[in-house]
């Protein structure tokens, strides 16, 4: 079987059950050792093979993390809000973290990137980060019955 094959069984079975293009990429990303830089994905290489399921991941985290990088800024402000509502944390906590450690640093793709593609996707994750800590809270009081 070839990589096109590994890309589509990647992208029906796994990728398009992900809401959003940030949570993909953010999954993408962590689909990399991050000591070696490779691709690992046991379902993928049981199917395929360990080269071609990294190569699959691969060539997916690059054309999303692209995709993002190339975007209008309000589609990435709504694809970070999209990622942000299905996290753990409250948007104020969410936004605090990403702000202070920057974790989607570790989200560019392994291989050649562009330096450039990376620094704008980065610059409009930090100022949708700033919108969203200056948004007040939402309410979570429920209006009392009668």
């Not at 993408?28 to 699959?56: D, I, K």
Request: hydrophobic residues 40%.
């Amino acid at each position: 079987m070839d990589i096109d094959a590994a890309v589509s069984e990647l992208k029906q079975r796994t990728l398009a059950s992900i809401p959003g293009e940030m949570a993909r990429l953010v999954y993408l990303a962590s689909t990399r050792e991050y000591n070696s830089g490779r691709y690992l994905h046991a379902g993928l290489a049981t199917m395929f093979s360990e080269p071609v399921a990294e190569a699959a991941l691969a060539a997916c985290h690059r054309e999303v993390f692209e995709g993002l990088a190339g975007a209008p800024f309000e589609d990435v402000l709504r694809e970070l809000e999209q990622y942000c509502a299905q996290s753990t944390a409250d948007t104020a906590e969410f936004a605090d973290f990403w702000t202070k450690v920057e974790p989607y640093r570790v989200l560019t793709p392994g291989g050649p990137c562009s330096a450039l593609a990376a620094e704008l996707l980065f610059s409009n994750l930090r100022i949708s980060l700033a919108i969203l800590r200056a948004r007040p809270p939402k309410s979570s009081e429920n209006p009392q019955s009668a």
